[in-house]
């Protein structure tokens, strides 16, 4: 449909649900999204419980999360999509969490600059994963 078209054409995925505004800055995402997250997660839960499974949602943060201004508030979008998979009762792998945590957070991509998580990061990412797993 048309409206899922327009939903996917709003949405950034690299850094929560974050928008794009014409002259291609960030700009925090509308409520609206936030709220089709939430019934697209519900539905995701549902399906998940139907064969005794368990959802895990997992953030990913970027590398630009870092390096932006801590008040920038396309940061808070965040903490908005992480209220909303709590108020669904979604276990929850912060991957933020563990990258702030690090003495250096730059050793976890490529060269300490922009781009995907180097072998370090992903590594931490996997070890984060298991310990949430074996919770279950």
């Known amino acids: 449909p048309d ?9 950034n995925f690299s850094d929560g649900l974050s ?3 014409s002259d291609r800055t960030m700009k925090p995402a509308p409520e ?3 709220e089709n997250l939430g019934a697209i997660l519900k539905e995701a839960q549902t399906l998940t ?16 999360r870092y390096v932006r201004g801590a008040d920038d508030p ?6 908005r999509v992480l209220d909303k998979v709590h ?7 912060d991957f933020h969490q563990t990258i702030v945590a690090q003495e250096n957070w730059k050793s976890l991509f490529p060269f300490g600059d922009i781009g995907h998580y180097n072998p370090a990061g992903y ?8 310990a949430k797993i074996n919770q279950f």
């Not at 409206?3 to 996917?8: H, I």
């Not at 396309?74 to 903490?79: K, S």
């Not at 590594?123 to 298991?130: S, V």
């Open 87 to 93: 108020e669904l009762k979604i276990p929850v792998v």
């Open 19 to 21: 928008g794009l505004d």
């Open 123 to 130: 590594r931490l990412l996997a070890d984060r994963l298991e």
């Open 49 to 64: 419980s139907s064969w005794d499974g368990q959802l895990v949602f997992v953030y990913l943060p970027i590398w630009h």
């Open 74 to 79: 396309i940061l808070f979008d965040r903490q």
């Open 32 to 34: 609206s999204l936030i």
């Open 3 to 11: 409206d899922e078209k327009a939903l996917f054409k709003q949405i």
